[in-house]
């Protein structure tokens, strides 16, 4: 089975990208998910692999439940150690921009980033890449991230040679940006993909557990108590949406990945096509993000784009308002309105 996604002159390119640099820094986008930071860590094992000592920044932190993947231990947070990073980004001679199409994604970091002289490589699965690079591997057809990382990393003959860490990374990726194989994994060559990966010898079972099911007890509260007091569904439209409020992560001591994955639940319900996660920022006032899930053909991502100032892909995108949570609820019932499927 053929999963080359280069050309030759883009894999001679990365090569030599590789060759003639010295210092290397791999980052992703704001609040990294499985993707981003499986991608992330992967390609950091394959450089070093390489013989490369590339240093991974992230914009701030990443879910309790993905502390486990390895190589979590040499990530710099830009958020705790800004003095650091910033010096390492502009002594960086090349930068990886994992799963992000555009700057403006690391959030706080993107004056740095942007300042930094060093040339750029995106690799990432996101619609209209957006930012100036030396290389861009842009593959929005492809489940995730870490997909495009295994065939690059196959293209260009690492793959007999991959450890058991970098396919540990890459299929936890692969799997919680596809909802565990249930939505964007339609196509015959990721299952190919987890075949080689289980020769690696991972135990998908257990990664499976070390993310949905690795929950405090307060957050299986709060879970409860959301889809029981903050979802409104809207049957005539097959749509749905639920809110969380600063009260609400106060009042079950919330932490970062409490509600991961929450806002697939509702698509349980019969004849639902629609799902969507309305929650505050717990810094900053008058600013709500928003979670699409959809399923079929709703297009979640035009929504987004339409009326939630983000985007991503057909059934699974992702955006933000800065207003008021009872705003955000009026938006989103317009927005639930506006698209009749």
């Given at each position: 089975?053929?999963?080359?996604?280069?050309?030759?002159?883009?894999?001679?390119?990365?090569?030599?990208?590789?060759?003639?640099?010295?210092?290397?820094?791999?980052?992703?986008?704001?609040?990294?998910?499985?993707?981003?930071?499986?991608?992330?860590?992967?390609?950091?094992?394959?450089?070093?692999?390489?013989?490369?000592?590339?240093?991974?920044?992230?914009?701030?932190?990443?879910?309790?439940?993905?502390?486990?993947?390895?190589?979590?231990?040499?990530?710099?947070?830009?958020?705790?150690?800004?003095?650091?990073?910033?010096?390492?980004?502009?002594?960086?001679?090349?930068?990886?921009?994992?799963?992000?199409?555009?700057?403006?994604r690391v959030d706080e970091m993107k004056d740095a980033l942007d300042k930094a002289k060093g040339q750029r490589v995106m690799i990432d699965h996101h619609l209209?890449?957006?930012?100036?690079?030396?290389?861009?591997?842009?593959?929005?057809?492809?489940?995730?991230?870490?997909?495009?990382?295994?065939?690059?990393?196959?293209?260009?003959?690492?793959?007999?040679?991959?450890?058991?860490?970098?396919?540990?990374?890459?299929?936890?990726?692969?799997?919680?940006?596809?909802?565990?194989?249930?939505?964007?994994?339609?196509?015959?060559?990721?299952?190919?993909?987890?075949?080689?990966?289980?020769?690696?010898?991972?135990?998908?079972?257990?990664?499976?557990?070390?993310?949905?099911?690795?929950?405090?007890?307060?957050?299986?509260?709060?879970?409860?108590?959301?889809?029981?007091?903050?979802?409104?569904?809207?049957?005539?439209?097959?749509?749905?949406?639920?809110?969380?409020?600063?009260?609400?992560?106060?009042?079950?001591?919330?932490?970062?990945?409490?509600?991961?994955?929450?806002?697939?639940?509702?698509?349980?319900?019969?004849?639902?096509?629609?799902?969507?996660?309305?929650?505050?920022?717990?810094?900053?006032?008058?600013?709500?993000?928003?979670?699409?899930?959809?399923?079929?053909?709703?297009?979640?991502?035009?929504?987004?784009?339409?009326?939630?100032?983000?985007?991503?892909?057909?059934?699974?995108?992702?955006?933000?308002?800065?207003?008021?949570?009872?705003?955000?609820?009026?938006?989103?019932?317009?927005?639930?309105?506006?698209?009749?499927?």
């Amino acid at each position: 089975m053929n999963l080359n996604i280069m050309t030759e002159q883009q894999a001679a390119q990365l090569q030599e990208l590789l060759a003639a640099c010295s210092h290397i820094v791999i980052t992703c986008h704001k609040s990294p998910d499985g993707d981003a930071l499986g991608s992330s860590l992967a390609w950091n094992e394959y450089l070093r692999r390489q013989g490369k000592l590339p240093v991974i920044i992230t914009p701030d932190a990443y879910p309790d439940f993905l502390q486990w993947m390895p190589g979590t231990e040499r990530i710099i947070r830009y958020d705790r150690k800004r003095n650091l990073a910033d010096e390492l980004l502009q002594k960086a001679d090349l930068i990886f921009c994992m799963d992000f199409n555009e700057s403006s994604r690391v959030d706080e970091m993107k004056d740095a980033l942007d300042k930094a002289k060093g040339q750029r490589v995106m690799i990432d699965h996101h619609l209209n890449p957006q930012m100036e690079t030396t290389l861009t591997l842009s593959r929005p057809d492809l489940s995730s991230t870490c997909e495009l990382v295994f065939r690059i990393v196959n293209q260009l003959g690492g793959f007999e040679n991959m450890t058991r860490k970098e396919s540990v990374d890459i299929y936890c990726g692969m799997m919680t940006d596809t909802g565990g194989f249930t939505y964007n994994s339609n196509c015959p060559e990721i299952f190919f993909i987890i075949g080689q990966l289980l020769t690696k010898g991972i135990d998908k079972d257990k990664i499976y557990r070390n993310v949905y099911n690795n929950y405090s007890c307060w957050a299986i509260r709060l879970r409860g108590h959301l889809m029981s007091n903050r979802l409104t569904v809207i049957e005539e439209h097959h749509a749905c949406y639920f809110t969380i409020t600063r009260q609400d992560m106060k009042d079950f001591h919330f932490i970062k990945g409490d509600a991961e994955g929450l806002v697939n639940e509702p698509l349980r319900i019969k004849g639902m096509k629609l799902s969507i996660s309305l929650r505050e920022d717990d810094r900053r006032d008058n600013t709500v993000w928003v979670s699409l899930r959809s399923v079929d053909d709703f297009p979640c991502n035009k929504m987004a784009e339409q009326f939630f100032n983000g985007g991503g892909h057909l059934n699974a995108s992702g955006g933000h308002l800065y207003c008021s949570m009872d705003e955000a609820e009026r938006i989103t019932r317009e927005a639930i309105a506006s698209f009749q499927y």
